[in-house]
């Protein structure tokens, strides 16, 4: 079973920019497509962004141009760079590696001034 860990969240002023890493174990990492999701309260879990294991990448509308998600395969890691945060963007922030199903248990983003 793999597990992922994610770090990085935090408070960040609106125009301002954090990254978000995932961490995940076990022995096999990129041959995964791995993807970020994100939650605000009480809505549903959103795909952000992801990228497959040849590194083709989606983003959601509303974050391309801001958000860029990249991998490390030797450090097993996944980043998301999120530039220009605005409030619309604070959500628990979760990632995914797509086809185990694996989940991070999230990390929270706040854009507050």
């Known amino acids: 079973q793999v597990q992922l860990v994610e770090s990085g969240g935090g408070l960040v002023q609106p125009g301002g920019s954090l990254r978000l890493s995932c961490a995940a174990s076990?022995?096999?990492?990129?041959?995964?497509?791995v993807a970020w999701y994100r939650q605000a309260p009480g809505k549903q879990r959103d795909m952000v962004a992801s990228m497959t294991s040849i590194g083709t990448t989606n983003y959601a509308a509303s974050v391309k141009g801001r958000f860029t998600i990249s991998r490390d395969n030797a450090k097993k890691t996944v980043y998301l760079q999120m530039t220009n945060l605005n409030p619309e963007d604070t959500a628990v922030y979760y990632c995914?590696?797509?086809?185990?199903?694996?989940w991070g248990q999230g990390t929270q983003v706040t854009v507050s001034s």
């Open positions: 995914n590696l797509v086809e185990t199903g694996s």
């Open positions: 076990g022995s096999i990492f990129s041959i995964y497509a």
